[in-house]
């Protein structure tokens, strides 16, 4: 069992930037593919970025592509997402998940999910 829960969000202006931070818990995260997900309201849930087990290779959605960061402590059990120029678009509560499938960017493969963070980019 893999247990996730996320901080950093918040109310920010468009251009700031925020780090989400993932913290994870149990004996197999380290061997996990992790990932973050947002969704706004009204909206399905859609991919932001996903990151391997070992932080080699991410793959990220067009739409935060050159604006966002994923990276991954494994000594911390952790995962961020550092997110730069953001805008209203932004907004929306922000999860983060585990797999075990290779670079997974739907959220039909992912078992584990944190309770989501808030993020709210003012214009």
């Known amino acids: 069992q893999v247990q996730l829960v996320e901080s950093g969000g918040g109310l920010v202006q468009a251009g700031d930037s925020l780090r989400l931070s993932c913290a994870g818990s149990g004996r197999t995260f380290n061997s996990l593919t992790l990932g973050w997900f947002r969704q706004a309201p009204g909206k399905e849930r859609e991919f932001v970025a996903t990151?391997?087990?070992?932080?080699?290779?991410?793959v990220y959605a067009d739409s935060v592509k050159g604006r966002f960061t994923i990276s991954r402590d494994n000594a911390k059990n952790t995962v961020y997402v550092q997110m730069d120029s953001l805008k209203p678009a932004d907004t929306a509560v922000y999860y983060c998940a585990a797999t075990t499938k290779y670079l997974a960017m739907s959220s039909r493969d992912y078992a584990y999910w944190g309770q989501g963070t808030q993020v709210t980019v003012s214009s």
């Open positions: 990151i391997t087990w070992g932080g080699g290779s991410t």
